[in-house]
């Protein structure tokens, strides 16, 4: 891949194999591709490949062959197979025999303005040393406006740039004048884009390139994916053929280990601070190690660690979203150089560039999915011929086989990412006021244009229109106010902009991309005024995740900064808490991943866990503990739930197993304790994780079932997704929380205005009034769907528990306990983990763990 280049040139992508660290994407030796695509290579190519002793690989000039007959391709190839250089490939051959064009020839577009910016770098090598008359450039969120206004008048032959830039490319009203003469679309690292709203706004932008270049060709390029065939519907314009498919060769098989630690691998938590002492020694031993973790608060945790580990003064920094944008370059220009031994990541490293020599991944706690895991340790050895070396490194036991479900996975090249992203309304609205931005514009010709797009292929001429009025006045509830008014019908009958300035606030907000808020917590004194309770905020006792606070009722109690407390509500400053008597939260908030387990992982867990079989390839430690759970209990088959029951002190537990993630959890843990209320319960709280779901109350909950007053099935059932559901989400801040997205991406509250940025707070307070104006008045108001929409999909994970549920329906399988088996041990030791962190919280998680982990293992 372009980005990749060797040593000396970094110019022209991924590993050759030639001997060079990392080379061009093509394989020494004679090419086995037809002499139809060998003859589309102009001699001064096949000279500057011989030169370097390589020859191009087949499904580069599959492509090439291709895009010689104008065909749109996607090409499906594993990291380190010249991705990018297929790509620019057959762009650089027509430029090379003076393809005449007055605009842009090749639009490439990537979701990392860093990788934008090295690929053009990179790209610039290759152009000088075969003297091609081709010129490059980049367009980012960081070009100056004197470039871009000289891009307009004088295009550069490629031009480099991220999602966000096209669709303020076609929002240009000299838009035509640029894309006129284009001839090709290269979409890189498509996988990744498509299954975020990034992809659907880009999917939108490229039906108005389409317009304007119809001629042009597209070429999608992805890492390995489950479905393919979505991908090559997706990139092409809705119901025309799908796109060619190449499929590169595949690499070397990856070498994939699993920690054999010497300690004793914890029964929970997410630090694996363990093992640091271990992967210490392995980063010594290796030349360059990229350390991943799932979250930035991991990635502190374990860079600090390390830290305080380097005895030997090794050169190791710290990667992540957070970080200051300049203190990031002055690592990745230092991976670059090759003088660090180890960098401490997160996300911000799955993607693009080889950043050095990495010879090592180390993955710290379960990767939560095949596809993640094999994008991550990708980034080792960075070349199609040389296995990819990478080493696991679970957190806990149920992450041991998590870990060893994703090394066989990854072993047999198994995808699980996700469907492409779709028919998203507050998307569409931000695309119709950028339409409005070129020129005035016909409703039906706009219509037609959008649903030519894949992702709003089912779009009907009904949601269309409401989403258009919308843009056009506010909607019916809020049609009376002239500022949501943004669209005028001129005597021609087509729309305009109702006002020039509305052009500056588009190009300032678009994107889809909403920052995760922290929100102050305080301290809060109730006082009584006229019989009415009067909340009243005090000191901050700290920052707590908007996503966390959103889910929270009035009333709810949670765990933080060391204390049980109450919460109160949120206000225009943040969040409200009061003190309380209970010793125990009802609603916990972790520090765990937030990356959820992916369906297909979470199958293969199920899968091992039922086979006592596969358990010689786990730790002793791990296979004794299985053991002991199937003599004390059950282990469940892989098509069944675990539910178990039993008294511990003086509280009643009930632990499932559904093995469906955190996220899924977390939610079937708020709408189960609501129907325990019911049926007279008295739950008194609960704690999720990745495996299983944990809820305590007064009552027995093993009589309660024992006796036929507590029906599991019914319990379960899929109606808990209609009126509790609703009632849930009504009662907490969730639905306010995607609304308040879904406004911002819509274009109803601005973000950003000329010499002003609102806080996330302010943004907030606006849309909790828009929000209770809408319900009351215009219920089905596109915007409220739009977070309805984002809600199921994204922080209830509606569609998931749905599966769920549909899939343990007459498979429960309950277990009434005397005591607490060694399955629910690690669950339980999420109660209350919260309040501490680091070494503090191991030592303690270990003292806490030893009296109930003697009572789970207990034979007698």
């Known amino acids: 891949m372009i980005g990749k280049g060797d040593r000396q040139h970094r110019a022209m992508g991924e590993g050759s194999g030639q001997g060079n660290s990392h080379g061009v994407g093509c394989v020494a030796g004679k090419a086995k591709s037809s002499w139809s695509a060998m003859s589309h290579l102009p001699q001064r190519f096949h000279d500057w490949f011989a030169a370097r002793g390589w020859s191009p690989r087949d499904h580069q000039l599959a492509v090439l062959d291709h895009a010689a007959k104008g065909d749109s391709v996607l090409l499906v190839s594993p990291t380190g197979g010249g991705k990018t250089l297929a790509g620019f490939l057959p762009s650089l051959v027509e430029l090379a025999q003076g393809a005449k064009r007055s605009g842009i020839h090749t639009l490439y577009v990537s979701p990392l303005k860093a990788l934008a910016v090295d690929i053009a770098r990179n790209l610039e090598a290759p152009v000088a040393e075969m003297g091609l008359p081709v010129s490059v450039e980049t367009r980012t969120g960081d070009t100056p406006y004197a470039k871009r206004k000289r891009q307009r008048e004088q295009p550069p032959d490629i031009l480099i740039t991220t999602p966000e830039q096209v669709s303020l490319l076609v929002a240009d009203p000299g838009a035509a004048h640029m894309l006129r003469d284009l001839r090709c679309l290269i979409l890189d690292e498509l996988h990744s884009i498509v299954i975020s709203k990034r992809g659907v706004l880009l999917s939108l932008a490229l039906t108005r390139v389409a317009t304007h270049a119809p001629q042009a060709r597209r070429i999608g390029l992805s890492a390995t994916v489950a479905d393919p065939d979505a991908l090559r519907a997706w990139l092409v314009p809705a119901g025309t053929t799908p796109a060619p498919l190449v499929l590169g060769q595949p690499g070397a098989p990856p070498s994939i280990r699993i920690l054999k630690s010497v300690e004793r691998v914890p029964w929970s938590g997410h630090s694996a601070l363990y093992a640091i002492p271990e992967i210490y020694a392995e980063i010594k031993a290796a030349r360059m190690t990229l350390v991943f973790v799932n979250t930035r608060s991991q990635a502190e945790m374990v860079f600090q660690s390390l830290w ?39 996300s911000t490293l799955d993607l693009g560039i080889d950043w050095g020599d990495v010879d090592l991944v180390i993955h710290v706690g379960a990767p939560k999915g095949s596809s993640r895991l094999l994008q991550r340790i990708g980034r080792s050895n960075h070349r199609l011929d040389a296995p990819s070396e990478a080493l696991l490194v679970p957190s806990n036991r149920f992450e041991v086989l998590e870990c060893e479900a994703a090394r066989q996975a990854a072993k047999a090249n198994a995808q699980d990412t996700q469907y492409p992203s779709v028919l998203k309304l507050d998307v569409l609205a931000q695309h119709i006021l950028g339409r409005a931005c070129a020129g005035p514009f016909a409703a039906d010709a706009l219509f037609a244009e959008v649903t030519g797009a894949w992702t709003y292929r089912n779009l009907s001429r009904e949601d269309f229109d409401k989403c258009l009025d919308y843009v056009a006045t506010g909607g019916y509830a809020l049609r009376a106010y002239e500022r949501y008014a943004k669209l005028k019908r001129q005597a021609d009958g087509l729309l305009r902009l109702s006002h020039p300035r509305l052009a500056q606030s588009y190009r300032l907000n678009v994107g889809t991309i909403v920052e995760e808020e922290m929100l102050k917590v305080r301290l809060a004194h109730v006082k009584k005024r006229l019989g009415k309770r009067v909340v009243m905020g005090g000191r901050v006792l700290g920052e707590l995740e908007e996503w966390f606070l959103s889910q929270l009722a009035v009333g709810d109690t949670f765990l933080f900064s060391g204390e049980v407390l109450r919460f109160e509500g949120l206000d225009e400053f943040g969040a409200l808490a009061t003190r309380t008597t209970s010793r125990e939260p009802m609603i916990p908030s972790y520090a765990g991943g937030k990356f959820p387990l992916s369906t297909y992982l979470a199958e293969r867990v199920r899968e091992m866990l039922a086979n006592p079989k596969v358990w010689v390839t786990l730790p002793p430690q791990v296979r004794d503990w299985l053991s002991l759970q199937r003599w004390k209990s059950v282990v469940p088959k892989a098509n069944q739930m675990l539910v178990e029951t039993f008294p511990r002190a003086d509280k009643h537990y009930l632990v499932a197993y559904p093995f469906e993630g955190r996220l899924a959890h977390q939610s079937l843990g708020m709408l189960l304790t609501r129907r ?55 009662e907490s801040n969730l639905m306010k929380r995607t609304f308040r997205n879904a406004a911002i991406i819509g274009g109803l509250i601005e973000r950003r205005q000329p010499g002003l940025e609102k806080t996330g707070r302010q943004m907030t307070v606006n849309t909790d009034l828009i929000y209770d104006v809408l319900r009351t008045h215009q219920p089905d108001h596109i915007l409220l769907r739009a977070g309805w929409d984002d809600a199921a999909d994204g922080l209830v994970d509606v569609h998931r528990l749905g599966a769920f549920l549909k899939r343990i329906r007459g498979q429960i399988v309950h277990r009434a306990l005397d005591t607490v088996s060694p399955l629910a041990v690690p669950v339980l030791l999420e109660i209350g983990r919260e309040s501490i962190y680091g070494e503090a919280h191991d030592a303690l998680l270990a003292e806490a763990a030893g009296e109930l982990v003697d009572e789970a293992m207990w034979l007698v």
């Open 676 to 730: 325990l209320e019911r049926k007279g319960a008295q739950p008194l709280g609960f704690v999720a994780s990745e495996y299983a779901l944990v809820i305590w109350a007064v009552r027995d909950l093993s009589l309660l079932i024992g006796n036929g007053r507590l029906d599991l099935a019914a319990l379960f059932d899929e109606d808990m997704l209609g009126d509790d559901l609703e009632a849930w989400l009504a």
């Open 308 to 346: 305080e580990a380097n005895d030997d003064h090794l050169p190791i920094a710290l990667h992540h979203g957070s970080l200051d944008v300049g203190q990031r370059r002055k690592v990745e220009a230092a991976m670059a150089r090759g003088t660090l031994r180890a960098v401490v990541c997160t």
